[in-house]
């Protein structure tokens, strides 16, 4: 069955930087599109990034220029490098797989930004 397993996540300080990690397993990931979302208290999830299976990338207006999402088909991960993180960052970060026809979540990491 299909698995995203994300880890990377934890406490930082603002300015600083995270990486998160997301191995799936159990459909064929070189072909599949693939993102990181996020949830904060009280608020939506919303896309954060996404990639293509040939590598386009998509992020959105708050993370420009300082989240960079990136993939290694051969490791079927899915990475998501934060630099510059600031407060509002914080949440939980959900991966997410498009196997057509469905989609998959991950069990989500919490991020947690202090000032």
């Known amino acids: 069955q299909v698995q995203l397993v994300e880890s990377g996540g934890g406490l930082v300080q603002a300015g600083e930087s995270l990486r998160l990690s997301c191995a799936a397993s159990g459909f064929r990931f070189s072909i599949s599109d693939m993102g990181w979302y996020r949830q904060a208290p009280g608020k939506q999830r919303e896309l954060v990034a996404a990639i293509t299976s040939v590598g386009r990338t998509t992020y959105a207006d708050s993370v420009k220029g300082r989240f960079t999402i990136s993939r290694d088909n051969a490791k079927s991960t899915v990475y998501l490098q934060m630099d510059s993180l600031k407060p509002e960052d914080t949440a939980v970060y959900y991966c997410?797989?498009?196997?057509?026809?469905?989609?998959?979540w991950g069990q989500g990491t919490q991020v947690t930004v202090s000032s």
């Open positions: 997410r797989a498009w196997v057509m026809p469905s989609n998959y």
